[in-house]
């Protein structure tokens, strides 16, 4: 092997001679460097390397984090895609996996039993162990589930590919290749640890060579960059590959370089890390994993850097109230034991209304004592270098509902405000106060350093600036509160914020006689009137079929509260017609239907049908068109 860094970076350890000290750095290169590396011993052993159990929801967003890049919200939503159901050519529908929030590793029999007929048939009979492999269960798992598996032999990967997109085929792949390896035969490696004799000194190095693959031949365990990350019997620095050394054989070192390796702290969670955490604390279920890491970067207690959390100054204020105020609560063990009573419930050992007053008792009291001790940050107005460019007073540090912004000590008299950014430095000038400022913060000096490209005001003409609102940051007209123009943001292809202005159309709008424009909304494009908000009047997009249900409305296209996109008629609330299918203006040939509704799959293509109960009519949309 090589020297230096080669072999650093095999695992090689210091050994001492006998009366030296334990553990003494070689740092005299010049009395190692003219000795001669001969290997003094080599001595193997063989290790079996056992599979891993079929995926519980926790590992498989871990899994799907490391080896996918999928966020656990990806994931679940994927999976959620893939339990429901997929056309899968001649054979239908089919869900693809079973249900994909579970803690428990038990399979079916059945599942068992099939599993290791194809891994006969695709690997061979030295692919299976002899009997079958029963995992252990959790003592919290709830039985109600199994394990995350396909729900058949049947629809392999290469089959169902042509009708999945790309991240449904790459986790339907993972969830596949986890089932069928946790029936394989064990991988067998052999282990080797090598000493090498250099003068006063002794080199190891442990490494393994591959023998026979097992279950690795399908499933592939990435290394895992963050300890907390690997799974159980994946931490071994045994897994390093050697060359094929024999004793006796003479190594020509290429360079000694003397290091000291210091201890470094854990790296940030990313979410692969702080699943596996929150499922060893006890905390949370499969339910609630991805709803707790939404849930915290949603509230911008955190933000994402390289796939790492780091929480922000938000996050540290409400940690530090939460654990002066609510300490018991927001305590790793107190939410496990919360959970454990959880289940003695449900399990009927314990009876609810105790565990609930119990819990009541002890918040009630650490309630009313907040109410009275708690810090009231939003009154909280902490100096800082910056001087109002309107009055000209000092500029004060405020938390608001969306975060920390700059605020004019003048106010009532000047209502000016800006918000936080990266443009200019400033520092809180009373010594205390907030962790920003005494971290030093950064804000906008003023709304021109904002680096943003968007046209005036449309309406008065000034500049727009970028403000943080509910659903995130918007333009905002300089000239607030005397013009409340806003525009919403996007982001370009270099990936920078950009507003355009809304755009005017020579069409009225026809409850306030003001022109109607195309603005920029929540879910794209929209058509309204000009003059809102003192008219709120939408313009419906049309889609030119007539209501079959009253004679006076035409169906347009609307959108739930939750932003799905949904048909109902434009005379509503005196019409109640409703269809989550897009119709088209075209009569059934069949039963005379007054419209058609699209419907798009991978293996049919564009179609038209009919909506009618009775009617199965199909017909090609592209035949249609042409």
């Not at 490209?453 to 727009?464: F, I, L, R, W």
């Amino acid at each position: 092997p090589e020297a230096s860094e080669v072999l650093d970076e095999l695992g090689y350890k210091l050994l001492t001679k006998p009366g030296e000290e334990e553990g003494t750095l070689v740092t005299d290169a010049e009395a190692v460097e003219p000795a001669t590396f001969r290997v003094a011993s080599i001595q193997a052993r063989e290790k079996k390397k056992n599979p891993f159990p079929p995926f519980i929801t926790s590992k498989l967003q871990q899994d799907a984090s490391r080896q996918l890049g999928f966020t656990v919200k990806k994931t679940m939503r994927v999976a959620q895609g893939l339990y429901e159901g997929r056309e899968i050519g001649d054979a239908g529908t089919v869900g693809l996996i079973t249900y994909m929030r579970t803690d428990s590793t038990r399979v079916a029999d059945e599942a068992i039993a099939a599993a290791r007929d194809f891994i006969g048939a695709t690997y061979g009979k030295e692919a299976l162990p002899a009997t079958a492999r029963i995992y252990k269960v959790s003592k919290q798992a709830q039985e109600a589930h199994e394990a995350i598996r396909p729900t058949s032999m049947d629809f392999t990967p290469e089959r169902v590919k042509p009708h999945l997109g790309r991240d449904e085929f790459r986790l339907y792949t993972l969830i596949w290749n986890r089932f069928i390896a946790s029936q394989m035969e064990a991988a067998l490696f052999d282990v080797t640890r090598v000493d090498i004799d250099a003068g006063r000194y002794t080199f190891r190095a442990n490494g393994s060579v591959l023998k026979s693959p097992g279950w690795l031949a399908i499933y592939h365990v990435g290394k895992a960059e963050d300890p907390r990350d690997r799974e159980e019997d994946d931490n071994d620095s045994e897994d390093r590959r050697l060359p094929k050394l024999s004793e006796g054989e003479v190594l020509k070192p290429e360079e000694l370089l003397p290091k000291q390796h210091f201890t470094q702290p854990p790296p940030r969670f990313s979410e692969a890390t702080l699943v596996k955490e929150l499922e060893e604390n006890g905390i949370g279920r499969p339910s609630t994993y991805a709803t707790i890491l939404s849930t915290i970067m949603d509230r911008d207690y955190v933000v994402k850097d390289n796939r790492r959390f780091s929480p922000t100054e938000l996050g540290f204020l409400v940690n530090d109230l939460m654990v002066a105020s609510f300490g018991d609560i927001v305590d790793v063990g107190y939410t496990a034991r919360m959970e454990e009573e959880l289940d003695q419930i449900e399990e009927g050992d314990l009876d609810w209304i105790d565990a609930l007053r119990e819990f009541q008792d002890k918040f009630t009291k650490d309630l009313e004592r907040a109410k009275v001790e708690m810090r009231d940050v939003k009154r909280e107005a902490i100096p800082t270098d910056q001087t109002c460019d309107k009055c000209g007073k000092p500029m004060v540090l405020k938390w608001g509902r969306f975060g920390q912004f700059l605020a004019c000590s003048g106010y009532p008299d000047c209502k000016n405000t800006r918000d936080l950014a990266a443009d200019v430095e400033i520092e809180a000038t009373n010594g205390k106060g907030a962790r920003a400022a005494a971290k030093t913060a950064k804000v906008n000096a003023a709304p021109s350093q904002v680096e943003i490209e968007a046209d005036p005001c449309e309406k008065c003409g000034e500049a727009m600036v970028l403000r943080r609102g509910r659903y995130g940051p918007f333009l905002a007209c300089s000239s607030y509160p005397d013009c409340k123009n806003t525009r919403k943001v996007t982001l370009n292809k270099d990936g920078k914020a950009e507003a355009k202005a809304d755009r005017l159309l020579d069409e009225e709008c026809p409850k306030c006689g003001s022109k109607l424009a195309v603005k920029q909304g929540r879910y794209g494009e929209f058509t309204a009137c000009s003059s809102y908000p003192k008219c709120r009047f939408v313009k419906m997009k049309e889609t030119g079929v007539n209501c079959p249900e009253c004679a006076d409305g035409q169906v347009v296209e609307r959108r739930s509260k939750r932003g799905k996109l949904f048909y109902g008629c434009s005379a509503f609330p005196d019409c109640s017609f409703v269809t989550w299918k897009k119709p088209v203006d075209k009569e059934c040939p069949e039963c005379g239907a007054s419209y058609l509704v699209e419907r798009m799959t991978k293996k049919a293509g564009h179609q038209f049908l009919c909506d009618s109960e009775n009617c199965n009519h199909v017909e090609s949309a592209e035949a249609t068109e042409g």
